[in-house]
């Protein structure tokens, strides 16, 4: 089992920039893709960002792609999402997501993350 928790989320005005960060617990951590998605009000859960199991690579929704990086930290069972440049658009619940054991790869697709976080309120103000 993998227990993922989100923090960092808040308020914050057009232009300005916020980090998440994700604290997992659980086994097998760096054998585990990770990523975000985030839900705004009324709308489908959207893929954010996703991180190879190694961190070496990334992939980006075309919308925050040269506003968001992720990044993980394996010793210390981290997930980072560094989110600048924000726009009101942004605001949503972001979540925290991971895969099964043993399958590295960053993808985009909702379907492929067995383990959710609770999520965390990002809003953005005009």
């Known amino acids: 089992q993998v227990q993922l928790v989100e923090s960092g989320g808040g308020l914050v005005q057009a232009g300005g920039s916020l980090r998440l960060s994700c604290t997992a617990s659980g086994r097998a951590f760096s054998t585990r893709a990770m990523g975000w998605f985030r839900q705004a009000p009324g709308k489908e859960r959207n893929f954010v960002a996703a991180?190879?199991?190694?961190?070496?690579?990334?992939n980006y929704a075309d919308s925050v792609t040269g506003r968001f990086t992720i990044s993980r930290d394996n010793t210390k069972n981290m997930l980072y999402l560094q989110m600048d440049s924000l726009k009101s658009e942004d605001t949503a619940v972001y979540y925290c997501?991971?895969?099964?054991?043993?399958?590295?790869?960053?993808?985009?697709?909702?379907?492929?993350?067995?383990?959710w976080g609770q999520g965390t309120q990002v809003t953005v103000s005009p």
């Open positions: 997501v991971a895969t099964r054991s043993g399958y590295a790869l960053a993808s985009p697709r909702l379907n492929d993350y067995d383990y």
């Open positions: 991180i190879t199991s190694t961190g070496g690579r990334a």
